[in-house]
């Protein structure tokens, strides 16, 4: 199957593309929004999380993943206003993380299916290089995406 070889390669292209077009700022950007919405999904969870949100990943909650969303959200609304007016960074904030929650999922799905825990031992306590990327490279294709679309 080609998809271990086009899972991390694609998105690496769009985030390639992502600085090339719009600078180390929108690199970073994407950055931060994707680890907010780890962070604050981890958190949120972990404080009033009680509803399981996916099989494929059972630690996480949905009340975590809205926390996460909301942080993200906000987090990147803010930080996106360097460049983008504050409706296209909170849009595309809000796309970037919703998309990284799905990113993740996707990585975790995989990781059933194959029957393994981590993706690697790279990075120990992490999971392993996907585990630590998995939502940026789900960010990448929307941000890139909709700047293109909005520039």
């Not at 059972?58 to 460049?83: D, M, N, R, S, W």
């Amino acid at each position: 199957s080609a998809l271990p070889i086009l899972y991390p390669t694609l998105p690496m292209l769009f985030m390639l593309a992502l600085l090339k077009d719009y600078g180390m700022t929108a690199l970073v950007w994407l950055i931060v929004i994707v680890a907010a919405c780890d962070i604050g999904a981890y958190f949120t969870g972990r404080a009033i999380g009680r509803v399981p949100f996916s099989p494929a990943s059972p630690k996480k909650t949905l009340e975590g993943v809205i926390g996460g969303v909301i942080v993200a959200t906000a987090l990147g609304a803010i930080t996106g206003l360097t460049f983008l007016t504050l409706f296209k960074a909170v849009v595309i904030a809000f796309l970037v993380a919703l998309s990284s929650v799905f990113g993740d999922l996707f990585e975790s799905s995989l990781k059933r299916y194959a029957g393994v825990k981590d993706s690697g031992s790279l990075l120990p306590g992490h999971g392993g290089v996907l585990d630590r990327l998995d939502g940026h490279l789900f960010g990448a294709v929307i941000m890139t995406l909709m700047l293109r679309w909005i520039y």
